[in-house]
């Protein structure tokens, strides 16, 4: 069955990085995209990131791009986020899901089809 596991969260100072791994099982990671979202805490689940088939990626949010980095490498069905400048406002539950496309887009919630029990990033002095 599809099953995909997050791991490399941790506890951090503000501006360390940390670097999340996803690891896909189950399904062909090639054929589709993959995406990250976080949860706070009292607030809703939102898109982070995604990267499609063809290596290109997708940001959602200001508050991430330049500082976030999503990759693939699908030979070891995984798909990375580096996180870099980690600010307080980043500590959240960080998931992957497995879109039910090739490609990415709006980052909506509906598009994502598997989703792992994420791995917790916390940012704190």
């Known amino acids: 069955q599809v099953q995909l596991v997050e791991s490399g969260g941790g506890l951090v100072q503000p501006g360390g990085s940390l670097r999340l791994s996803c690891v896909a099982s189950?399904?062909?990671?090639?054929?589709?995209?993959i995406g990250w979202f976080r949860q706070a805490p009292g607030k809703e689940r939102e898109g982070v990131a995604c990267?499609?088939?063809?290596?290109?990626?997708?940001y959602y949010g200001d508050s991430v791009k330049g500082r976030f980095t999503i990759s693939r490498d699908n030979a070891k069905n995984t798909v990375y986020l580096q996180m870099d400048s980690l600010k307080f406002e980043d500590t959240a539950l960080y998931y992957c899901?497995?879109?039910?496309?090739?490609?990415?887009?709006?980052?909506?919630?509906?598009?994502?089809?598997?989703w792992g029990q994420g791995t917790q990033v916390t940012v704190s002095s």
């Open positions: 990267i499609n088939r063809v290596y290109t990626s997708t």
């Open positions: 189950g399904f062909t990671l090639d054929y589709y995209a």
């Open positions: 899901a497995k879109s039910k496309y090739s490609y990415c887009s709006g980052g909506s919630l509906n598009e994502y089809e598997y």
